[in-house]
């Protein structure tokens, strides 16, 4: 039997992609929400999830962060996705024909050129991008369009009437790979791989506490690739901090850096350890 | 003639609450997206504008981050909002018969609890909580409800089916007022007041760089009431920060941090610098 990954959306989402760059040969299971793909790795029902954590442009996903410090899962993998946007409509309806164009909030809003240069089309939210094409497939909408994957055009049987028509093309979404599992040490034989730790922390609101935590990486010149806060829950205007660093949690440097984090956190918690992905930039 | 200030959303969004904290008097003015609020104000057509900027649960809200580094405008004061919010249909509409409940996404989100005791309701995003009252009882809707504030229900009179339904009650929005004008000087009439500065800066992607542009603040004992990390555009993978600590930039610490960011930063700009509101924590 193939294991089966979970993801948010439907066949054809830019998830599908990264899974297939991630777990090749596994099944990639489609789920409505976030909160099931984690709990569907959580409660072991299935093997692995892949989900987007970051876009270039957008910014973070930030639900996905309060999910890996609430569900626990390990991050075992990463990888990067370019994202091309296209102009997808059922076969027998054309460019002139279409009023309203769906997608997700963030495709919609990656697209304002297209917009600005297209006044007749309205922006209409919809739940996905891959599952705006499958939705106007299925009602068999003649006024519509849908922003989505060429994928996605491909699975549903929809046509592309425009390409790439994001407005920046230095799009890419980071996408991580979950599993229930704890997290590896890198055997010899691949000591030559670039590894990527991240972490999440809490400090105590003073002067200098961020400042003091981040010593615990600068002392020992490890390169932060990404820093995020979030907001703490039951805490209003405190925060949590997400860090990406290059090194391996075996790394003397590392095991040091985290001992001297333990000091001087609140709460802290390695989230994994895992091969960095090469970045892909065009 | 009263003076306008924009505001994204509808009548009835919690903007509009805010809008009467910052500019009691004004009149405020609706407008589809945040792109069209910043530029009614950098244009010169309307006198202020008032935009959320964080949220305590869902976090920042990275378009206006990105707008306010784009549009130039000058933060004049800060606000906190309690958000509360209520399941709204229109009156001759019972809680049995709903089916669909519309509203932002991220208010849908911020009532998961709700959503999972009432399973027969489908999360149905809108453009906005307060719009979606309106069109429900435009369209005259008998099988949805909306999520929004109890003035959008007295505004466009529906009917509040049931009262604070959010996840969390400690949900407050942070707003800003923006204006088109260079930052002020403080008089000695008011120095006694606690002001907030806000800036951005871009530092090279090199190890210790944020640490080091941190130090510029907990050097001088300045605390960092909020750290926040954007994507920055046509360079993925590097980040812009913004940053709010609290000290009036003609204090003598602020004028030094000011400068040693300058000369640890590729590019830096003060945002505002106004009195800092108090944070209503219940």
């Known amino acids: ?115 600005e240069a297209n006044p007749a089309f309205a922006r209409t939210p919809y739940y996905d991008t891959a599952g705006s094409v499958k939705m106007l497939m299925e009602k068999g909408l003649t006024d519509a369009g849908a922003i989505a994957s060429a994928d996605a055009a491909e699975i549903y049987g929809a046509r592309i009437l425009q390409k790439s028509i994001e407005d ?11 599993k229930k599992a704890k997290i590896a040490r890198p055997s010899n034989a691949i000591s030559n791989v670039r590894y990527k730790t991240s972490v999440v922390f809490t400090v105590k609101n003073i002067p200098g506490a961020l400042f003091r935590a981040l010593s615990a990486f600068a002392l020992r010149d490890l390169n932060l690739t990404k820093i995020e806060s979030r907001p703490l829950r039951g805490k209003p205007w405190d925060y949590l901090f997400y860090v990406d660093f290059i090194g391996h949690t075996s790394d003397p440097a590392v095991t040091h850096a985290l001992g001297h984090l333990a000091e001087l956190a609140d709460m802290w918690r390695v989230l994994g350890c895992y091969p960095a992905a090469s970045k892909q930039i065009s």
């Not at 990639?28 to 989900?51: C, D, H, Q, R």
């Not at 920046?168 to 979950?178: G, K």
């Open 168 to 178: 920046d093309r230095q799009n890419y979404t980071r996408f991580f790979l979950l």
């Open 1 to 115: 039997m193939r294991r089966s990954v979970a993801f948010q959306g439907a066949p054809g989402a830019f998830s599908t992609v990264a899974a297939r760059q991630l777990a090749a040969g596994c099944k990639a299971v489609p789920m409505e929400t976030f909160t099931e793909v984690f709990e569907s790795v959580a409660n072991g029902k299935l093997y692995a999830a892949v989900i987007p954590i970051e876009n270039t442009l957008y910014g973070s996903v930030h639900e996905n962060y309060d999910h890996l410090l609430k569900y626990g899962l390990t991050i075992e993998a990463e990888t990067f996705v370019r994202i091309v946007h296209n102009l997808i409509a059922p076969p027998n309806v054309k460019k002139g024909g279409i009023r309203r164009v769906f997608s997700h909030p963030v495709a919609l809003d990656q697209c304002r050129h297209f917009f």
